[in-house]
C-alpha cells in the first residue's frame, strides 16, 4: 500500500471551474502536510503548506482531517494557469527524517 | 533568488558505466536529498544528507551511493549504470529545523542508461 495515495487525473475543467483534490496518508503520526505544484518538464515547487486549521491563499485552500488522514486542495475559479500536476506531500518528521513522502500527484487541466 | 542548480539535463550512458550527478545549492542549507521521478510512482528519495560528509539511505538506496564534501554540494553516484535506472533525477535542499521547511529542487536531469 502506498503511504501517500492520490487520483492520479486527469481532472479536465472548463475555466472558472471549482476543483477539489483528496489526498490520503498512511502514517498516522505524520507531522507536516504540504500541496507542491510541479508544470510539464519542470521540477516541483511549494504551493502551499496544509495546517491543522485549514489555510487559505487566494483561490486556493487546504484542509487536514487527522482523524480521517487525509488532506484536500480545493482551486476555485479556475484558470489556465493552474494546469499542472498537484502533489500531496507528507513529513514524517517523527522518524527523524526531513525528507518528504510524495504521492503521485493528480494532473489538472483547465481548458477554455 | 534561491536556486538548487544541478550539473546536466539531460544524460545518456551505457550500461556499466559510472555516472556522477551534482548537485549544488546556493541557500547555505543543510539539507540535501535526491530523489528519481517515474511515471506512476511519483518521487522516491533516494539518499538525504543533514550536513557535511554524513548520509541517509532513503526508500530506494539500492545501485546508489552519494558524497558530501561540502555542504552545497551533493553528489549522486551510480556506480554501474543499469538500464532500470534510466529516470528523471531531481535534487532538493532545504533548512535543518522545522519540518515545515520548504523544500527547493533543481530542474532535474534526465538520464538513459542504453
Known amino acids: 500500500r502506498k503511504e501517500v495515495e492520490q487520483d492520479p487525473g486527469p481532472f479536465n475543467v472548463p475555466e472558472g471551474a471549482t476543483v477539489a483534490f483528496n489526498c490520503t496518508y498512511s502514517n498516522s503520526a505524520s507531522q507536516s502536510f504540504f500541496w507542491y505544484r510541479q508544470d510539464c518538464r519542470k521540477e516541483p515547487k511549494l504551493l502551499m503548506s496544509?495546517?491543522?486549521s485549514g489555510n487559505e491563499d487566494g483561490r486556493f485552500t487546504a484542509q487536514l482531517n487527522r482523524a480521517s488522514q487525509y488532506i484536500s486542495l480545493l482551486i476555485r475559479d479556475s484558470k489556465l494557469s493552474d494546469s499542472a500536476t498537484y502533489l500531496c506531500?507528507?513529513?514524517?518528521?517523527?522518524?527523524?527524517?526531513?525528507?518528504?513522502?510524495f504521492g503521485s500527484g493528480t494532473r489538472l487541466q483547465v481548458q477554455p | 533568488d534561491v536556486k538548487v542548480t544541478q550539473s546536466s539535463r539531460y544524460l545518456v550512458k551505457r550500461t556499466g558505466e559510472k555516472v556522477f550527478l551534482e548537485c549544488v545549492q546556493d541557500?547555505?542549507?543543510?539539507?540535501m536529498f535526491w530523489y528519481r521521478q517515474d511515471p506512476g510512482l511519483g518521487l522516491r528519495l533516494i539518499y538525504f544528507s543533514y550536513d557535511v560528509k554524513m548520509k541517509e539511505k532513503g526508500d530506494i538506496p539500492e545501485g546508489y551511493s552519494v558524497s558530501r564534501e561540502k555542504k552545497e554540494r551533493f553528489s549522486l553516484i551510480l556506480e554501474s549504470a543499469s538500464t532500470n535506472q534510466t529516470s528523471m533525477y531531481l535534487c532538493a535542499s532545504s533548512l535543518w529545523g522545522s519540518s515545515y521547511n520548504e523544500q527547493f529542487f533543481g530542474p532535474g536531469t534526465r538520464l538513459t542508461v542504453l
Open positions: 496544509v495546517y491543522s
Open positions: 506531500v507528507v513529513n514524517d518528521a517523527d522518524t527523524g527524517r526531513r525528507a518528504l513522502t
Open positions: 541557500m547555505d542549507h543543510e539539507n
